[in-house]
């Protein structure tokens, strides 16, 4: 019996719907990759990282690519903890606890950090110390980075992570025994539910991380203007 008979043989349209559904993984997977290399060239210009942008590689699994986003999400994580440690060990622990204090004045705060900059680079803008103060005092960006790297490590290690990026333009049935593969007919339920459950989870995160992104890239073009 043929796959496109096993799988909701009673609803057509669930097929589609599956494809739908990834190809919703995919677009907000590009969007993420869009996203974090904004703030990876934010890092590199005005921080002096030497962070690598990514690509979505359209021949690799979607465990691949995700496993390839969270290693860079990751050293954005460990940058803005460097940034902390440079702050801590270069300032009167007085100075260090104004960074953090949500009453400073936030020029005060990039005063702060762009002498600590100074120190460190020889010199440092004020658009570098604006983006360290923004990145040390967002807690919202700490935490949707945290969580999407979450969302991403679960959908790496759930049914989706070995289904290859490139399926689209494949006929309805390749499509559909690719993103199912080998599952048996016991679990085209669960996988089907298994999509719906983590695309959610990964629309959600990824809204989080892209606001929070945009924040700091969008302060950077106000300030550079």
Same mark, same amino acid.
Request: hydrophobic share 40%.
């Given at each position: 019996?043929?796959?496109?008979?096993? !799988?909701?043989?009673?609803?057509?349209?669930?097929?589609?719907?599956? #494809?739908?559904? @990834?190809?919703?993984? !995919?677009?907000?997977?590009?969007?993420?990759?869009?996203?974090?290399?904004?703030?990876? %060239?934010?890092?590199?210009? @005005? !921080?002096?990282?030497?962070?690598?942008?990514?690509?979505?590689?359209?021949?690799?699994?979607?465990?691949?690519?995700?496993?390839?986003?969270?290693?860079?999400?990751?050293?954005?994580? @460990?940058? *803005?903890?460097?940034?902390?440690?440079?702050?801590?060990?270069?300032?009167?622990?007085?100075?260090?606890?104004?960074?953090?204090?949500?009453?400073?004045?936030?020029?005060?705060?990039?005063?702060?950090?762009?002498?600590?900059?100074?120190? #460190?680079?020889?010199?440092?803008?004020?658009?570098?110390? &604006?983006?360290?103060?923004?990145?040390?005092?967002?807690?919202?960006?700490?935490?949707?980075?945290?969580?999407?790297?979450? *969302?991403?490590?679960? #959908? %790496?290690?759930?049914?989706?992570? %070995?289904?290859?990026?490139?399926? #689209?333009?494949?006929?309805?049935? &390749?499509?559909?025994?690719?993103?199912? %593969?080998?599952?048996?007919?016991?679990?085209?339920?669960?996988?089907?539910?298994?999509?719906?459950?983590? !695309?959610?989870?990964?629309?959600?995160?990824?809204?989080?991380?892209?606001?929070?992104? @945009?924040?700091?890239?969008?302060?950077?073009?106000?300030?550079?203007?």
């Amino acid at each position: 019996m043929a796959l496109s008979d096993l !799988l909701y043989p009673d609803n057509p349209k669930r097929k589609q719907e599956l #494809i739908h559904l @990834h190809q919703e993984l !995919l677009d907000c997977m590009s969007t993420n990759f869009h996203a974090t290399n904004e703030l990876v %060239g934010v890092l590199n210009e @005005h !921080l002096g990282c030497t962070i690598t942008p990514i690509e979505m590689r359209e021949s690799s699994t979607v465990k691949e690519n995700c496993e390839n986003i969270i290693q860079v999400m990751s050293e954005i994580q @460990h940058q *803005v903890q460097k940034i902390d440690s440079d702050m801590k060990d270069k300032l009167e622990p007085v100075l260090y606890q104004k960074l953090y204090d949500i009453k400073e004045p936030e020029l005060e705060k990039i005063a702060i950090a762009q002498r600590v900059f100074s120190i #460190i680079f020889g010199e440092a803008t004020s658009t570098a110390a &604006m983006v360290a103060i923004k990145l040390l005092g967002s807690n919202h960006l700490t935490l949707t980075v945290s969580k999407l790297i979450g *969302v991403l490590a679960q #959908i %790496g290690a759930s049914v989706l992570g %070995g289904v290859s990026i490139t399926i #689209i333009g494949l006929g309805l049935e &390749m499509i559909l025994h690719a993103i199912l %593969g080998a599952v048996e007919r016991s679990q085209l339920l669960t996988a089907v539910r298994s999509y719906e459950k983590h !695309l959610a989870e990964f629309k959600a995160a990824s809204e989080k991380y892209q606001h929070a992104i @945009h924040e700091v890239t969008s302060l950077v073009r106000q300030q550079v203007q």
